[in-house]
């Protein structure tokens, strides 16, 4: 096996230069084989004593990943890559864009963790990864920020799968939705309190997946008016359904339009 680290010394004078000058030619060139023999056959190579490549695990250029095999069955190394969501299965992404992934491995263990990021300007994400055996399931978990706070909540069997915090309005109110399946709902409405089967009816902004708790008041702005109109909203009661609320009183009022607040909280899912 050739030392490279010792090469043999060359006379600047003498009858043996030539020589000399021969053995030390041989022993670069040998050197050389030896480095190339011990370089790694690719980015992915690793076998121990291999020297590095540029681009060795993702290294100054990230490895892309091609074909259609499962990413929990591509035994990956420690290192970084790239790959199309949309032509790669396995990975946390539905939609159809490229990321980076970070790979590492416990040492001694199957067991890895990964990181991947998608590629974009305008709805960036990034999830974490476990994979606690060789071809396991990677089981993904999206890093939530700034960006995911607000927005469309979602979920898939229980786990929240989209935004936290959810709110919006229509002609029937307002709502919010929190992604534990908390909804609350409230509207700004005017009863009708000349008929005890009159009142309000009308839907949430927002349906509900069973009955939620419901509850009214009286319109801070209509204090000052009537007291029969007064007396008879407060003998109102509200009723909720998981698609509508209807709210009925005495029918000993004279308003057509009674403004009252009515507010629901209940489960979304």
């Not at 190579?45 to 681009?55: K, M």
């Not at 939609?95 to 991947?116: D, E, R």
């Not at 929240?160 to 109110?173: C, D, L, M, Q, Y």
């Not at 929190?178 to 005017?190: E, N, P, R, S, Y």
Request: glycine residues 12%; contains cysteine; neutral net charge.
């Amino acid at each position: 096996m050739v030392n490279i680290s010792n090469p043999p010394s060359v006379p600047v004078f003498g009858a043996d230069f030539n020589e000399q000058h021969t053995r030390q030619a041989a022993w670069f060139r040998e050197s050389m084989l030896a480095v190339k023999d011990g370089l790694q056959t690719s980015p992915a190579d690793t076998t121990a004593g291999r020297f590095l490549t540029v681009g060795s695990f993702g290294l100054g250029s990230s490895i892309a990943l091609s074909g259609s095999q499962n990413l929990k069955d591509r035994g990956l190394p420690a290192g970084f890559y790239t790959y199309l969501s949309a032509d790669t299965p396995g990975g946390p992404d539905s939609a159809s864009f490229g990321h980076s992934l970070i790979v590492n491995q416990i040492p001694g263990a199957s067991a890895k963790t990964f990181i991947s990021t998608r590629f974009s300007v305008s709805a960036p994400r990034s999830w974490i990864g476990q994979q606690s055996g060789a071809t396991g399931a990677i089981v993904w978990r999206q890093i939530y920020d700034q960006a995911s706070v607000l927005g469309t909540v979602s979920q898939t069997g229980g786990l929240p799968t989209g935004a936290v915090i959810e709110r919006g309005s229509n002609g029937n109110g307002k709502y919010v939705r929190f992604a534990d399946g908390t909804q609350i709902c409230t509207a700004k409405v005017l009863a009708d309190l000349t008929d005890a089967d009159d009142g309000f009816t009308g839907p949430y902004p927002a349906s509900f997946i069973s009955n939620p708790s419901v509850s009214w008041g009286i319109n801070g702005a209509t204090l000052g008016m009537n007291p029969v109109e007064y007396s008879a909203a407060r003998s109102g009661f509200i009723l909720g359904s998981p698609t509508s609320w209807r709210f009925r009183s005495n029918g000993s009022g004279v308003s057509t339009a009674y403004p009252i607040t009515l507010t629901a909280i209940g489960d979304w899912f």
